[in-house]
């Protein structure tokens, strides 16, 4: 547990890098209504990939072993989070496969959407990633009314999104003319919006799973794998839409 | 009177129950359609099965397999008939054909099988909820269509996307039912289960349920895996029989079957073929690297017993999906399912990408499970490059299964979604590309075939010291040149479509990296040569089919550079040139080193030898004919016989090779039949080998076969190299307790 800080300034590094991430989202808008710099809105989605990686989603804590008691929680917890990043490295490769898609099909332009819209859902995924990591930092330190709260500002926070996206956004471009039938462009929107929004629905479920479970006081500040799993799964689904958001509503000329 | 042996009771018993069997069919189609069309099809079929059950019951009296087989021909009798009263209720006339009756005859005889031998067990209830959730989701999207004023029935009684869900939720039912989630639902609502479950059946039963153990998952694996290749192989068999000559023989034109014509049904089964034998292979190897991996490790079980069990069950109903599509139409795409034609097909398509993609989750989840299993569960001591070797080529295999899978998934998924919503991925007419499908197709398709030969040359790695009694020469370049292969794979794919219409200034950097395959490959001919070179070979089969497997995945490999060179593939390409070589590969690859690894570990798993007799009869039916297959394909191919045509040009001349290649199929279906009636037969009967049996030095044969149930009694410690045979005083292993040992 080297790398547990103490609670206060665990939730301090979470303040510091939610602003970092807001800057940077906020840059990203700019330079592309601006002066559209693809390769700049590459390296930001970068930088706030590698952010949300190591900070909210603790990557370098799969360097840690466990101790060298194969049957304890800790080194249980060790394999299992070893086999949640791979199954996140084979779930990214169908998001990379729809970039793909996106690439090849779209090139240099992009579907005719709502920037504003976009920045909105947008921010509204990141702020509740900035909750989840709350929540998450309570457990770990043992509060369990902590992680309670967090938990459902995080959950209404990605409900909110998953209807802005799935009960506004389509509504909207389709109304514009951009259906899934319609052509290639509105077949990769659909595709790609939909795909992410299947994976924070399960996301959803995955909370409601976790939230439940700390109602029954199953986690405590030691054993706490459910919730972080939870967590770093929220995490992921909210580092896909780095990559996804400018390539839908940044990157390219409007068509 | 002297007792008449089980064999002879059996043949006489299927002789009757065949001809009883058929003159009853033909009497009723003729009552029923007052015609003898179709009399022979339906007659045959019923009185090959009613056979199946009589030779059962005159060989073995009422046992579980008679009571299956006799509940099967029940079940297909009951569900054609339903199907036929559905069929004549929706459609308003009595047809023999129909798809929804050979649908279900299919769907119900399964099911009845596994009720019959053992009442319910996973397999039979999982298979009851996919039908339920299969006619649940159909009717649920057809009362939708209803509602909404769309036609809601089709020439396959449901429509197309009425199917497509009932697929889908048919596979979620058959998990949900049989229980292998169960464990993991009981964790979402807070309660916990116990790590080690014990089993709940005994003895041979306890492979027709939900188990947690490696080993009996390993079992389940190989078990399907075999089902699997011999309906492919069958499949195989039927469009040999019609190439054997040109013209058409009997899948003729007015021929009808599934809604298909005689052509449409070539296509069918040369496209199933491909996929099930694909998804024969995954699950074969699966099937050995669950059984082995653990035990090389010295673990107690894989990472995720749960997950693992999910794995193997998921692949039950990926596996009747494939089957279903033949039957609900078919389809003419090739294993491939590019579009446009893939848009175009016929319905069968759709249930084939939801087979696909299911059984795709089943080699992630697996791969993931090995991956993890390796990184944090060996035994003290086992450091990287003291590991097995077979080990070194899961790991390899796993990180291809991993990542590349999701593309496969991915771009069927994506034509599906453009069959059922109109969205326009690869129509050009909207803005789409079809080339985009062979990218993200061949991003998987391609490392694929090291997932299917990596394994199979782990095994050759693992076995050849054993049986040379020399060290593995070059142990580390081994282990990274799988490493290599499967990482340089990633950036071969467009060697697929030197022909497809892509930039052409990605055909040269394809071309080299393509080439560069060759090196790792060659690396480990090299060792192997080196291991032979001055050992004191001994050649039991598994190793006849180790030093088989070198042979001809030689000539897999020589025959590969020539279709990577972008001059001469313009010219091969389609061809069976291709098939030939594809064959060979594979063969060389996954079947020889299967078939070693399963006469090798054999005793392992059952504490019985398999008959050494019968297996050299199958090595030397099988090699040979093989050889002369894919050379036959190969020199034809050169001449320009093109792949996955029904009927090719009498003014070719390939008539006689057809012929040739033919007798040859049949010959290595039969050699294949030898091994299954040996591997079954040796469970009961093979002669008794509970000790180390092929004197290795591995850790799972220093203790006594068949394995105990959770593994190694005690703990063992990794002190030596794994491959210093014969050097005197060597160790590999050391258990902390002496091994109880019996030989």
Known sequence: ?255 | MKKISPVVRGWLSFAIGFIVAYILGIGLVYLVNGSLAYSHLVSWIFATFAGAAAYSWGASGFSPLTKGLAWMNLGALVGFALGLVIDLIVQGSLNWVAPTASLFALLFGFTAFFLGVAGFNAVSKGLIWQISGTLLGAIFISIIRVVMGLEWSGPFLFTEPAWVLGGFLGVIFFLSGNGSVSDWFKWAKGIDTPEHHEESHAGWEKYLNISLDHKVIGIQYTVTALFLISVGGLFALVFRTELAASQLQFLTTDMKLFGQNGPQLYNTFMSLHGMIMIVSILLGMAGITNFVVPLLLGAQDMAFPRLNAFAFWISVPASVLLLMSLILGGFDTGWTGYPPLSVRAPMGIQMFFLGVFTAGWSSILGALNVIVTVMRMRSKGMTAFRMPIFVWAAIATSIIALTATQFIGLSFQLVMFQRLLGMGFFDPAKGGNPVLFQHLFWFYSHPAVYVFILPGLGVISELLPVFARKPLFGYRWIAMSSLAIALVGFLVWAHHMFTSGMNEYLRVPFMYSTLLVAIPTGVKFFSWVATLWKGKIWAPTPMLFVLGGIVVFLLGGLTGPPNATVSIDLHLHDTYFIVGHFHDTIFGGFVFPFFAALYYWFPKATGRRMNETLGKIHFWLMTPSFFILTFGMMRIGLLGMRRRIVDYDPALNFDATHLLLTVMGYLIAISVLVFIYNFFNSIKNGEKAEGNVWNSRSPEWQVPSPMPTHNYDQPFEVVGEPYDYGLPGSKYVEFSAPAKSRH
């Open chain 1, 1 to 255: 547990m080297s790398h547990l800080l103490d609670k206060s300034s665990a939730f301090r590094q979470g303040v510091v890098i939610f602003v970092y991430l807001a800057v940077l989202t906020a840059l990203e808008y700019f330079v592309a209504v601006t002066f559209k710099a693809i390769s700049i809105l590459v390296v930001v989605a970068i930088l706030k990939a590698a952010l949300v990686m190591y900070y909210y989603m603790h990557i370098y804590k799969l360097n840690e072993e466990g101790g060298s008691d194969a049957h304890s929680y800790a080194y249980k917890t060790g394999t299992n989070r070893l086999g949640l990043w791979l199954f996140l490295l084979s779930d990214s490769f169908v998001f990379a496969g729809l970039m793909t898609a996106r690439i090849n099909l779209l090139g240099l332009t992009r579907p005719h959407l709502n920037q504003t819209l976009g920045l909105a859902v947008t921010a509204v995924l990141l702020i509740s990633s900035f909750f989840m990591n709350r929540g998450e930092t309570a457990m770990a330190h043992g509060d369990k009314k902590g992680f309670m709260t967090n938990t459902l500002v995080t959950f209404l926070l990605g409900l909110g999104f998953l209807l802005g996206v799935v009960a506004v956004e389509w509504p909207l471009a389709a109304e514009e003319g951009l259906t899934a039938s319609s052509n290639a462009v509105g077949a990769v929107f659909y595709m790609m919006t939909g795909m992410h929004a299947f994976h924070v629905f399960t996301g959803l479920i995955f909370l409601i799973v976790v939230w439940n479970n700390a109602r029954k006081n199953i986690y405590s500040s030691e054993q706490n794998w459910g919730v972080e799993a939870a967590a770093v799964y929220w995490h992921f689904v909210d580092l896909v839409w780095i990559f996804f958001y400018p390539a839908l509503y940044l990157i390219g000329t409007a068509l």
